[in-house]
């Protein structure tokens, strides 16, 4: 259903001509055709017109009469090269067959048929709303002498419901730059835009040789548009992902986390029940968790989509960040043992800055309860290197320590993030306290010395 005024603003040539005083009907007697053309002369017959400079001229579907005429109605005006013609500019609402109505305001005032004209160019399509996927889409446009051949009419769509096709974003345009979107199946054409997101949009018509495009209608696409933030710490995280349509809770839309192209078998993990976002109800909230640093793809699946695997692709790429590996020798150059130790972090994303990454060794493997031997970056304690530096793939930390022994190395990913452990586990060559490896000696010692009393 077209939902404004468009198509075609047609400027009427009324030629009037006085051959007496005998009053006769006007008559239409010019092209009855307006398809694809800016300019359409009409030539009207009529002695007791006159110049009809007060006279007006409307237009209604061939379903109704001049005696209610449904749309637009234009004061004639004389024309500027001869005393005997009047122009009037009508603007026809869509495409179709119209009755062209005549109004001679200074004598009888009824407003009479003079004759039909055909305007040409789209006047619905179907379907108007879709369900994103990473396929084009199939839109069916009806309407009067359409060209979809090579070299004729042209579609694009733009961003926003009811928006103006000549200064709107076009996230999709046929056919200069993909004629194979547009197919001719007579009398209709068929348009098969790529729509990248989630969103409304308008559905924008170019007849062959006007050079022009005008709102057909709009276009509903159900689906995600991007999500926030596009970094995340490797743990558990939030994602709020925005668009049109989207709809949480029970076996609702679901998005899923890959580690290469959206399908299962690179699914890193799964959402379950979407949840509504607490501050803009039309956004939806994942909660999802990834051991792994790493870049991903997020996909996602609106409700009802089929098959039911069928995920498409968000365009933004998700980075995990956090350490993937470590590796320690002493400030020596010779193997890791008891003193000073210079770890070396690789991983995604590593952040020295003050609101960055942090390390700490624990005694046993719980990087939350277990006693930590030492942290980074509080008062006295190791500083990464290089210093206030984000982005990087390797940081480097310098520690001494005071005992051996086996220990975990855990790294968070900035201030939001969670102690994650390393692997392998921190070995430091070297006993495990000068005061346990003491009274080893002293009571070895005593043993030794109270036997030799004794003998």
């Not at 979809?148 to 694009?156: P, R, V, W």
């Not at 018509?205 to 710490?233: C, E, H, K, L």
């Not at 949840?275 to 991903?296: F, K, L, R």
Request: hydrophobic share 35%.
């Amino acid at each position: 259903m077209i939902h404004q005024r468009h198509v075609l603003k047609v400027w009427v040539l009324l030629i009037l001509m006085l051959v007496g005083d005998v009053e006769s009907v006007p008559a239409f007697a010019a092209t009855t055709t307006a398809t694809r053309q800016i300019s359409v002369n009409i030539v009207i017959t009529n002695p007791d017109v006159g110049f009809g400079l007060t006279d007006t001229i409307a237009v209604t579907p061939t379903t109704g009469t001049c005696a209610a005429p449904t749309a637009n109605t234009a004061t004639v005006v004389q024309g500027a090269t001869t005393t005997s013609q009047t122009q009037a500019a009508i603007t026809f609402p869509t495409a179709g067959d119209w009755i062209i109505c005549y109004t001679e305001v200074a004598s009888t005032g009824t407003s009479v048929s003079i004759g039909t004209l055909q305007v040409g160019g789209p006047q619905s399509f179907t379907p108007t709303t879709h369900s994103l996927t990473d396929a084009a889409v199939s839109m069916t446009i009806s309407g009067v002498n359409l060209n979809g051949n090579a070299n004729g009419d042209e579609t694009k769509v733009v961003v926003g419901g009811s928006a103006d096709c000549s200064t709107a974003t076009a996230v999709d345009l046929c056919c200069a730059v993909a004629p194979v979107k547009l197919s001719p199946q007579p009398p209709d054409v068929v348009y098969t835009p790529t729509i990248p997101y989630g969103g409304l949009f308008t559905l924008c018509y170019m007849s062959q040789g006007t050079g022009t495009y005008f709102p057909v209608g709009d276009v509903t696409v159900n689906g995600a548009s991007g999500y926030n933030p596009t970094t995340v710490p490797v743990g558990t995280f939030d994602l709020t992902v925005s668009g049109y349509g989207l709809a949480s809770g029970l076996n609702k839309d679901r998005l899923m986390i890959a580690s290469g192209t959206c399908t299962q078998a690179n699914a890193v993990v799964f959402s379950d029940d979407l949840a509504t976002d607490p501050n803009d109800p039309s956004n939806v909230v994942y909660t999802g968790t990834v051991s792994t640093p790493g870049t991903y793809q997020v996909c996602y699946r609106v409700e009802g989509l089929q098959p039911a695997t069928t995920y498409y692709t968000l365009s933004q790429l998700l980075t995990v960040s956090g350490a993937t590996s470590y590796t320690k020798v002493s400030a020596s150059g010779t193997g890791a043992g008891v003193g000073d130790i210079i770890i070396t972090f690789q991983g995604v994303d590593l952040d020295s800055t003050a609101v960055g990454d942090s390390a700490k060794l624990v005694k046993g493997t719980d990087c939350v309860k277990d006693t930590a031997v030492m942290t980074s970056g509080t008062p006295g304690a190791p500083q990464f290197e290089p210093t206030n530096a984000a982005g990087q793939t390797t940081l480097t930390l310098n520690v001494t320590l005071t005992e051996g022994g086996s220990f975990t190395l855990c790294y968070k990913s900035s201030q939001a993030g969670e102690y994650v452990p390393l692997s392998p586990l921190f070995e430091v060559a070297g006993a495990a306290s000068w005061r346990n490896v003491n009274r080893r000696q002293v009571s070895l010692y005593s043993a030794y010395s109270h036997r030799g009393h004794h003998q």
